[in-house]
């Protein structure tokens, strides 16, 4: 006792915050009510798998920036985050998905995005989808869709 007392003095006389340190295992984790919207901050154990791609994003994530944008209510928030997850799935199994080429892939994802898209304007104000519809496209003026490759150019390397 004397030990962490000399520590937290000096720490005090250097300036250095201990009292978390010293006592950490008393706090106990906070308690949420109601659909979370804090992003997942763990940081997933090393399995040996490819790092997933920046498209499959976190569905609270997704809906927390929406939040931002558009300004949803908390009821809008409860009935958009499942909308998100079931997007996630959808789009990880379809990413997994080994028996459709990469053109399949892509018109089966604008699908999956179309749907969630218009499952969710249902749920918004006329206001809120004027904003979002506005973000939208100031989005799309900004990153124009890439030009395709001249018919000269190699081949793209194989994705592994």
Request: no cysteine.
């Amino acid at each position: 006792m004397k030990s962490i007392l000399k520590l937290s003095l000096a720490a005090m006389m250097l300036g250095l915050p201990m009292a978390g340190l010293l006592r950490a295992d008393d706090q106990a984790p906070p308690v949420q009510s109601g659909p979370s919207i804090q992003p997942d901050q763990s940081t997933p154990p090393d399995t040996g798998e490819k790092p997933q791609h920046l498209h499959m994003m976190n569905p609270q994530r997704m809906l927390q920036r929406l939040s931002e944008q558009v300004n949803l209510t908390d009821d809008q928030k409860a009935k958009i985050l499942p909308l998100l997850q079931a997007q996630a799935d959808q789009l990880k199994a379809l990413h997994d998905d080994t028996s459709l080429s990469d053109d399949e892939k892509h018109e089966k994802m604008r699908a999956i995005m179309q749907s969630t898209r218009k499952q969710m304007g249902e749920l918004l104000t006329p206001e809120q989808k004027e904003k979002l519809k506005e973000m939208r496209a100031a989005h799309d003026k900004n990153n124009p869709p890439p030009l395709p490759p001249p018919a000269d150019a190699p081949p793209p390397p194989p994705i592994n």
